[in-house]
């Protein structure tokens, strides 16, 4: 089974998570996405966790890693889809101060991220 699923829309880069977010799938993940990067036009990452029940530091890695490589050029990381298992590792690990949370993928696309309930508010 593939990781996730990735669509280049607009400018931004949705990858859709397929499985556990851990040490098994964060290479493959991680690779995926910076290879889209490198040859789209992507400026921004959704990450949607819709049906992802555990993340590990390898999936934290993973976030921070591609945050890092958006910010410079203006870009944000958002997510959506986050379960309570995964939710309270973002907000254990500080997640939600670099990364804005939506409820849905469609919200990401219309929604600036100063009006974002980052944090789960």
Same mark, same amino acid.
């Given at each position: 089974?593939?990781?996730?699923?990735?669509?280049?829309?607009?400018?931004?880069?949705?990858?859709?998570?397929?499985?556990?977010?851990?040490?098994?799938?964060?290479?493959?993940?991680?690779?995926?996405?910076?290879?889209?990067?490198?040859?789209?036009?992507?400026?921004?990452?959704?990450?949607?966790?819709?049906?992802?029940?555990?993340?590990?530091?390898?999936?934290? &890695? +993973?976030?921070?890693?591609?945050? #890092?490589?958006?910010?410079? *050029? /203006?870009?944000?990381?958002? !997510?959506? &889809? +986050?379960?309570?298992?995964?939710? #309270?590792?973002?907000?254990? *690990? /500080?997640?939600?101060?670099? !990364?804005?949370?939506?409820?849905?993928?469609?919200?990401?696309?219309?929604?600036?991220?100063?009006?974002?309930?980052?944090?789960?508010?």
């Amino acid at each position: 089974m593939q990781a996730a699923e990735y669509e280049v829309k607009n400018d931004v880069l949705v990858i859709r998570l397929k499985a556990d977010l851990d040490h098994h799938t964060a290479v493959s993940v991680r690779e995926a996405a910076d290879a889209l990067l490198a040859r789209s036009h992507a400026k921004h990452i959704l990450f949607d966790f819709t049906g992802v029940e555990f993340m590990d530091s390898s999936g934290i &890695g +993973v976030i921070m890693g591609r945050y #890092r490589q958006v910010i410079f *050029s /203006g870009g944000r990381v958002g !997510v959506t &889809g +986050v379960g309570t298992s995964v939710d #309270r590792i973002f907000r254990i *690990s /500080g997640l939600y101060k670099i !990364v804005e949370q939506y409820k849905n993928a469609e919200e990401a696309f219309i929604r600036p991220a100063s009006e974002c309930c980052a944090g789960g508010n």
